[in-house]
């Protein structure tokens, strides 16, 4: 693998990224571990589930780590722009014409089918995670309570992990303990 396969690899998903960062897990999987075998599945969860647990962009946060497992340093900054390449200068072309469409039916029909295919990305992304996580009775309780604190007492994301990965901690130094 080049740097310059990596980095269209990425322009190729970047282009594709429509959800942001909870819908490439799928796309990663498939051109990662399915098709190209660089990756483990297990490698692809646990880059997902630390990309989301640090501040900035999950999508980008996960390029990084991606490209730095394949190529170093050097693979995490090319995989980066490469999966901001095809949005940024999308971006930059649609911000001056956007007024005049956003009214037309024909795009607000292309928006509202593309919020169809990322509703069901995050779907693929769910049960992804479901199936690879460590479930017990203890991570069925931390999934209601968190669930239950997000929804019905609107806590806010941020507390919501906070709160939850000091339960997890506290869990696992006391189920560990225990097993000694």
């Known amino acids: 693998m080049s740097l310059l396969k990596l980095f269209f690899i990425f322009v190729k998903i970047g282009a ?6 909870y819908v490439i897990l799928p796309i990663i999987q498939d051109e990662f571990t399915e098709k190209r075998k660089l990756l483990t599945n297990d490698e692809v969860i646990e880059f997902y589930t630390l990309s ?3 501040p900035g962009i999950v999508a980008a946060n996960m390029t990084m780590f991606i490209g730095y497992r394949l190529m170093g340093k050097f693979g995490a900054l090319i995989a980066m722009i490469g999966i901001i390449f095809v949005p940024f200068l999308t971006i930059v072309c649609l911000a001056s014409i956007l007024g005049s469409f956003i009214n037309n039916r ?3 029909g292309l928006l ?3 919020g169809c295919a990322v509703i069901a990305l ?3 992304t769910i049960r992804e995670m479901m199936q690879h996580s460590d479930k017990n009775l203890f991570f069925y309780i931390i999934f209601l309570l968190s669930l239950t604190a997000l929804y019905v007492f609107n806590l806010s994301p941020i507390s919501t992990i906070i709160i939850f990965s000091v ?8 189920f560990e303990r225990t097993t000694e």
């Open 112 to 114: 509202w089918g593309i």
């Open 167 to 174: 339960l997890g901690v506290l869990y696992k130094y006391l």
């Open 106 to 108: 024909y795009i607000q």
């Open 122 to 124: 995050i779907l693929l």
């Open 52 to 54: 989301q647990s640090l």
């Open 16 to 21: 594709i990224l429509l959800g942001g960062g």
